[in-house]
């Protein structure tokens, strides 16, 4: 297995200029959603799906629209590139009925176009709202991390095309030296809300696309804590609850159908009419 | 429950998975009816039991056949349980997974339902290649662990939908327990309507028609107490307000009035009418006609409420 590759994208230097979106589409042949002004800041590509695997978002962070907040303090007007986390513990793969879904020799996670029937199950996984369904295809699809690249030795090529180095790739392992020194950078240059997202294994076992954010996760519509947890997580609570539920109908169900009293057999009617069938309850089978 | 937040984009589950939950609802439900029926019911119940295992085969195999036209890709259905990939060649078992459950607890059910409809189909006398075999081999104590095994198996087929919205990370399914127990015993309580709506259709299955509707009341009482937990786990985790609101409230109020008659024992089972009660027995056959309706509907409402609400 080739080292872990990954990406490291620092939002701090993220200019919002979409050479990603337009890279990744151009080389994946993916042909986008049509424009529309979704009266979002800048942005006009919505959210990730299948025909989007980047999306930068403009967050325009009101709440440090304040007297002292100076131009280009990176805190405003926040700018991130989003695309599949590639998560150690990959939500859409544990549910995926096919297997479908598989980590890479890169220690990606891929999607098998030929393998995936469109279920859909991933994307009701999915935390991030990464994966979407391709009406083209019939299948579920997102970010590759640029799979065929990856095995001609090539770079992805929304990290290629990065004008300002904000999407970086590389070795897992050199990419979060990289991420430790720059946050170390940011701090002590006074951006006390500056954190590594995905960094360590706090949210599904570590992210090999990984981020440095200038505000809480929460701003960029990134989960922590109680809100990136597994699917599974529910396992164990869901089949109880049908067992409980089954134990007590079986039970109910004997309790209202055990041998109940026959039903009085009719009495002779004086005249021969004919009754309707439904009368001779109790009678014989057909 | 924690309180969640999510970030989710909906998988479009709509009218085919409604219809799937709707069906395998009711198959399993029938499929539990017609064996509870035919070991502990008394021998005029034995109709009844009949009925229900005719009618839970064709459910079943309708069921397959909504989750394949579903799929973006119908022709793959079968990946479903074969793996075809970079980890086969093998079969796909994910126990994490109850879609991957789901299809071998259907197919599985589905081998139970087909063996008991034959049998029930040899034992009416219907001749057919292989009958005499099917009731010599089945009309015994074969016949009835084919029963007990196919209705476990039928009351995981009716719970296990519910359980696979939960495995999600999608609002208000995941955001609860409650909703394999709900969806199991919404099946049952529908199964039993079914099976009193059909009862005129099969002679002497009418007779039944008290102990189904005691069964349906308790079921029903099953199925308010899955709600109240379903209200409540939502209400902690904050997503009471997405699934309750407008327009939802009007299919929950649907939900909640079609509990009311089998919890007020209104599916009414008296038939012994007295001289010159015709009239009588048709106005209480109505009743329990459409009470049964009403409780099918309800069974519908609750899905769509549940579908719908957290897709947006």
């Not at chain 1, 299948?50 to 709440?63: G, L, Q, T, Y």
């Not at chain 1, 940011?186 to 696309?209: E, K």
């Not at chain 2, 009239?279 to 006609?289: F, K, M």
Request: with cysteine; charged share 15%; glycine share 10%.
């Amino acid at each position: 297995m080739a080292e872990a590759k990954g990406f490291f994208t620092d939002t701090s230097v993220c200019i919002g200029c979409k050479a990603c979106e337009v890279a990744c589409k151009e080389w994946n042949e993916l042909q986008g959603d049509p424009p529309a002004f979704l009266a979002d800041s800048f942005d006009n590509t919505g959210k990730l799906d299948a025909a989007n695997w980047r999306h930068v978002k403009f967050i325009e962070n009101d709440a440090h629209l304040t007297a002292s907040t100076t131009v280009g303090d990176g805190q405003a007007w926040l700018m991130m590139s989003d695309v599949c986390k590639h998560c150690q513990q990959a939500s859409c793969a544990q549910v995926c009925p096919t297997n479908a879904i598989v980590r890479t020799e890169f220690d990606t996670v891929f999607i098998q176009q030929d393998v995936c029937n469109g279920c859909r199950n991933c994307i009701s996984a999915c935390p991030f709202g990464v994966i979407g369904f391709s009406e083209q295809t019939g299948t579920a699809r997102k970010c590759t991390l640029c799979y065929d690249r990856l095995q001609n030795q090539m770079t992805p090529a929304c990290a290629k095309v990065c004008p300002t180095q904000s999407i970086q790739f590389g070795n897992l392992s050199d990419l979060q030296s990289a991420a430790d020194r720059r946050l170390a950078q940011l701090r002590q240059l006074g951006y006390s809300n500056a954190q590594l997202y995905g960094r360590d294994d706090t949210v599904y076992g570590g992210l090999n696309s990984f981020f440095l954010l200038m505000d809480k996760p929460a701003v960029y519509g990134l989960p922590t804590g109680e809100s990136a947890r597994l699917p599974s997580r529910n396992d164990v609570g869901g089949y109880l609850g049908v067992l409980i539920a089954s134990a007590l109908a079986v039970i109910g169900g004997i309790v209202a159908l055990r041998r109940r009293r026959e039903p009085a057999a009719p009495a002779p009617q004086p005249e021969p009419e004919p009754e309707p069938a439904a009368t001779t309850a109790g009678g014989g089978d057909r | 429950m924690p309180l969640a937040v999510h970030y989710t984009q909906p998988p479009e589950w709509r009218w085919y998975i409604l219809g799937y939950f709707l069906l395998a609802g009711l198959a399993g439900g029938a499929y539990l009816l017609g064996t509870l029926l035919r070991l502990f019911g008394r021998p005029s119940d034995q109709p009844a039991s009949r009925l229900s295992f005719l009618l839970a085969l064709p459910l079943t195999i309708l069921c397959p056949v909504l989750l394949t036209i579903d799929l973006g890709q119908p022709s793959r259905f079968w990946h479903m349980m074969v793996d075809t990939g970079a980890l086969g060649p093998g079969l796909n078992f994910a126990y994490l997974s109850p879609m991957s459950l789901g299809v071998w607890g259907l197919a599985a059910f589905g081998v139970c339902a087909a063996l008991t409809f034959l049998e029930v189909l040899a034992t009416d006398g219907r001749s057919y290649p292989g009958s005499r075999l099917v009731t010599w081999a089945l009309g015994g104590w074969l016949g009835r662990i084919v029963n007990v095994v196919g209705s476990v198996l039928g009351l995981f087929v009716a719970g296990y939908t519910g359980v696979l919205l939960s495995v999600s990370n999608q609002p208000v399914w995941s955001d609860t327990y409650a909703l394999g127990g709900l969806f199991l015993a919404s099946g049952l309580s529908g199964a039993g309507a079914l099976l009193i709506l059909t009862a005129p259709w099969r002679r002497g299955a009418e007779a039944s028609e008290d102990g189904l509707a005691g069964a349906d009341g308790f079921f029903a009482l099953l199925e308010l107490a899955f709600l109240v937990v379903l209200f409540g786990t939502l209400a902690y985790a904050g997503q009471l307000t997405r699934t309750v609101g407008s327009p939802w409230f009007v299919l929950w109020a649907i939900v909640v009035l079609s509990l009311v008659p089998p919890l007020a024992g209104r599916f009414t089972s008296r038939l012994t009418v007295g001289s010159g009660g015709a009239a009588a027995l048709t106005n209480v056959r109505v009743s329990a006609a459409a009470t049964a309706v009403l409780v099918l509907v309800g069974m519908i409402a609750m899905r769509v409420a549940v579908l719908w609400s957290a897709q947006g």
